[in-house]
Every structure is written in C-alpha cells, then in structure tokens.
C-alpha cells in the first residue's frame, strides 16, 4: 500500500472514529437530557385522616400532632434510613463510661426561624422543661433518668446517668424546644401550640383549624431547604372521602389505603398509571382496649374470656381482606423483641363461656348475659373515618352477640375521641399504638402512668414494672430480650389489651414525585429530598 493510500486510511478511520465518537456523545446528551435533575418547586398535597390536637411534640400523643411537628422541630440524633442512629442536630456525640455520660457537640448556625441561633441553652431548657412536674407531657419518664445536665460551652454539654439506661440516646432524638420563646411562658396557653416557630425543614404558612394546614419550604433550613416549595395537610376524616379526592387529583398522598381501596381499586392499571404503590408491613398495632376501672372489665376473667372470644382470623380476613398479621403483644412480628414462644389464645368461645360463668356473668332465659340483674351491655369507641377499625369492631360486635354480650359501637371525631380516652370515660376502645424502634413501653405500660395520657387503660403490675425499669437499665440487647419476653407474658396473661394485628400499610403518591427510596425506615425519611421534574410541576417553582 503507497504512503498516499496509507495515510488516506488514517484520514478515513480518524474521521469515523470521530464521527461515531461525536455521535455517541450526542446519544449519551440526549439520554441525559431525558433523565431530568433534581430541582426546585411544586406542593405536596397529604391527606390525614385526624386533625393535629396541638403542634407542641412533647404535649401530644396522636399521631397527627406529632406527624406535622416533626416538621417544625429537631432532634439531636435520629433514625437514618436502615433505622440507624446518626446524628441530626448534633456535629458529633460521644458514648462515655460504659454508657453512663453522654457528650455532645451542637452544629453551629442552625436556626429558629426568627434568625435566633439554636444553641446548647435550648437543649437544656428542653431537658428542664420536661423533667417539670407542672410540664403537661407524657414523655418526662426518659428525661427524669438522667442525673444531671452539664453545659461545656455554647455548643457542647454533657449529661450523666446515675446508671445505664438503654434509651439513652433515642431521649436526645427528642424535639429541641426554643428557650426565647417559651422560658418562663405557661406551655399550656402559649401560641407556639398553634404558630410553632421552626428550625426544622419546613415553616407553618397557614394554619385552618380542623381543615387544612398549609406548610412553607424553610429557606434557612440548616441541612438545606427542602425541595417541594409546600407541603399542604388536608384533614379528610373518612377513608372513603379522601381515597375519592386522591383519585380526583385533589391529594397528592394518601398514608394508608384501606384494605378495600387496595385490593379492589389500586389494583386497576389506570389507578397504578398515576399513583406509586409502596407496601409494608406497618409499625403500627391495633388492640381491643380495656378501662380496668368500667365494672364490665375490671375481671381479668372477663378480658381472658374475650381472647377465646375474638376469632382474629375471620377479623383480619373480614376487616383487612387478609392485609395483615395476627399480633399477641406490643411489638412488630420479625423484629427482636417480640416473643415468638408465646402461643396465642385458641377461639373457643365455650372456654369465653366458662370464664364469663366463674365471673357471675350467666345468661337469661334468653341467652344474654348478664350479672346480679344487668345485662352485659357495653360500648366501644372507635375514631371516625378509620374504615378498617370500624369493621374490626362490626365483626366483634357479631362475635360477642353470639355470646350473649351487646357491645354499642361509638365513632367519634378524632379530637372528641382522645378527651373521652383520656379523661376515662369509656369501657373499650378500638385504637392503635405506633411501634418504636427501641422496645422501651414504660411510658404506656408502668404503674407510673396510672392516671397519665399513655397508659388510659390504668394498668399496673409490680412485675411489669420491674421487668420495664431492668430492661431500660442494660445495653445487653440478649438480656433486654428476655426481659420483654417475660414483660409480654404477663401482658399476655393478664389481657389490659387484647392485641389483634398488624396491619399492612399502603402508601399511594403521585407518580410526578421523584426521589422515593423505600428504606427499613419507610419512605419518609428523605422526604426535604423529594421533587418534581420542572415539566411535571402543577404548581409554580420557587425562584
């Protein structure tokens, strides 16, 4: 081959290897280009069932006030995404004598939205204002272990524990409350209950009692601002109103489908084109409730005769559709603490009979029960809206007439709900506890809660609280096991609760959202980072 035809080669293949290399970079722009970045803008429109009673944490225990605080406020330390400690708030923490100090060092330049700089004060005022006997909180217990507070500078403090409690560090996970703006105030009549100022991810923009609270991207937000501009609650107290909302566009999540809505409506491909589906088994568990003070349940016979008398199987089955799992205690199936030993009380309602009878309930000539002249005749309280709960108790009542007993179903709205619990004026509820990460069930379950917001059914055994105060006490999480193995037959046997399931959760989101990433913790841990390609924002971008 002559140099001229050699170098006509090298031309050649220099110029397609250029062309294919041009044309490869022009693909690879497209492909970038079709795959958008993250960005800025839109709302997120969150259905929630009950309205928030009080947006101060430490003064609530519904998991609406709670759920919409949590935006507002943070924690020195929280649970990451593969439900791991890691810090929050704090730059660094530090795990000193065996556990019993504690030394951490704040962040510096976090804000309160009024430009205040949140510092190791408001930390301690936190500490002291929940270890208050006049603070109205139910969440004092973890705070009252701790021996003493010692601030190290404007960053820095220690806190030191007269012995290991194993909750140590999930107490500093608590919200950091603002000491300019509640010390020496009266927490109870203060505005921050209803116009909290934030330091978390998002600011309240509008607040509408019992209808819709609308939340603002916090631009000074220490982690970054969130990327939605809003977050906007409506409270829709009925499933079936919001599912029908969700459908029409007018929601852009709803937390949890009923099973019915799953099942037979979130199935269909049109239904699944718009909305994302993420299904889990929930840390949430419902329970049969007790007032051990009502003259129908004071006898522990009576609510042993009861765990022979539910049939949870045809409760799930009837109530769920099946979406979910039978439970015998206050702990998540599958996870360490439970105690997968105890065997759960066989439907036997002639065994429920035999109980009723050695506790003097004896049927009439026409087979209702009833003792020294009074029926057996009761209500229940179940909160309006949640669909799966008031078929859990329309099967119960069928369940308990077969038996002779009439059990009265009350649906109350959410707000009239909790002051009718937690004043004590009820025989039976029909509710549901979130299940924590840490197993720790001293604030529902000891002695020192009779009377309290936590522990309505008034429940109190010297065991138990033995068995909650040791296991609090060790890091040893194969001591912690046998000690809430034992906690949980004692709660087994003694039946202040009869536990009924787990329900599996549903989660549908609009498809427009990006950014989701199912996690052990769920789909909300990351939830500042979610967004909304600009082509698909229905609300305007924030500049």
């Not at 800025?40 to 101060?56: R, V």
């Not at 002639?350 to 000539?365: C, H, R, S, V």
């Not at 002779?404 to 959410?414: D, F």
């Amino acid at each position: 081959m002559s140099s001229t035809l050699v170098k006509l080669f090298l031309s050649l293949r220099n110029f397609v290897g250029a062309a294919l290399l041009a044309g490869l970079c022009l693909h690879s722009a497209q492909t970038r280009a079709e795959e958008p970045l993250p960005t800025y803008g839109d709302n997120l429109l969150y259905g929630m069932i009950g309205a928030p009673g009080n947006l101060l944490s430490f003064m609530s225990s519904d998991t609406a006030s709670r759920e919409v605080a949590s935006q507002f406020y943070v924690g020195l330390l929280r649970y990451g995404k593969n439900i791991e400690i890691e810090p929050w708030a704090a730059e660094s923490y530090e795990v000193l004598d065996g556990g019993l100090r504690l030394r951490f060092t704040l962040k510096k330049g976090i804000l309160w939205q009024d430009g205040t700089e949140l510092t190791a004060d408001d930390v301690e005022f936190t500490y002291r204002l929940m270890i208050d006997p006049t603070t109205p909180t139910a969440y004092a217990g973890d705070f009252k272990a701790v021996e003493s507070f010692t601030k190290l500078d404007r960053y820095s403090f220690e806190v030191r524990y007269a012995k290991p409690f194993a909750r140590s560090l999930v107490t500093w996970m608590s919200d950091i409350m603002p000491k300019h703006l509640l010390e020496g105030r009266d927490v109870r009549t203060t505005p921050l209950a209803w116009k909290p100022v934030s330091s978390g991810p998002f600011t309240l923009e509008e607040n509408s009692p019992g209808s819709q609270l609308t939340l603002a991207a916090n631009p000074t937000y220490f982690e970054g601002r969130p990327r939605l501009d809003k977050l906007i609650y409506r409270i829709i107290p009925d499933a079936g109103t919001m599912f029908m909302e969700l459908k029409a566009g007018k929601l852009d999540l709803m937390p949890a489908l009923s099973p019915q809505q799953y099942v037979f409506q979130a199935q269909k491909p049109a239904f699944q084109k718009e909305y994302a589906l993420y299904s889990a088994l929930a840390f949430t568990y419902v329970y049969l409730g007790y007032n051990s003070k009502s003259p129908f349940f004071a006898d522990e016979r009576v609510r042993l005769a009861f765990a022979h008398a539910l049939n949870k199987a045809d409760i799930i089955k009837g109530a769920l559709l099946g979406q979910g799992q039978s439970t015998i205690g206050p702990y998540k199936p599958g996870t360490w603490p439970y105690n997968t030993s105890i065997v759960d009380y066989p439907h036997d309602p002639q065994k429920a009979l035999a109980l009723l009878a050695e506790a003097g309930w004896t049927p009439d000539a026409e087979g209702r029960l009833q003792k020294n002249g009074r029926p057996f005749s009761f209500s229940v309280l179940v909160n309006q809206g949640n669909e799966a709960r008031i078929k859990t108790a329309i099967i119960i009542q069928y369940q308990l007439a077969k038996l002779g007993i009439e059990m009265k179903i009350r649906t109350l709205e959410w707000a009239a709900f909790l002051d009718i619990v937690q004043n004590r004026r009820f025989d039976a509820v029909i509710l549901g506890w979130t299940i924590p990460i840490d197993p720790d069930g001293y604030d529902v379950w000891h002695s020192s809660g009779v009377g309290g917001m936590l522990n309505f059914v008034d429940f109190a055994d010297p065991e138990a609280d033995d068995l909650l105060e040791r296991a609090r006490s060790t890091f040893d999480q194969g001591e912690r096991k046998k000690l809430y193995d034992r906690f949980q037959e004692i709660l087994h046997a003694r039946q202040p609760y009869c536990f009924l399931y787990v329900p599996l959760q549903t989660t549908a989101v609009q498809r427009r959202f990006r950014g989701i990433e199912p996690a052990p913790a769920g789909i909300f841990y990351n939830f500042k980072d979610w967004w909304v390609p600009a082509g698909d924002q229905r609300y305007r971008m924030a500049p």
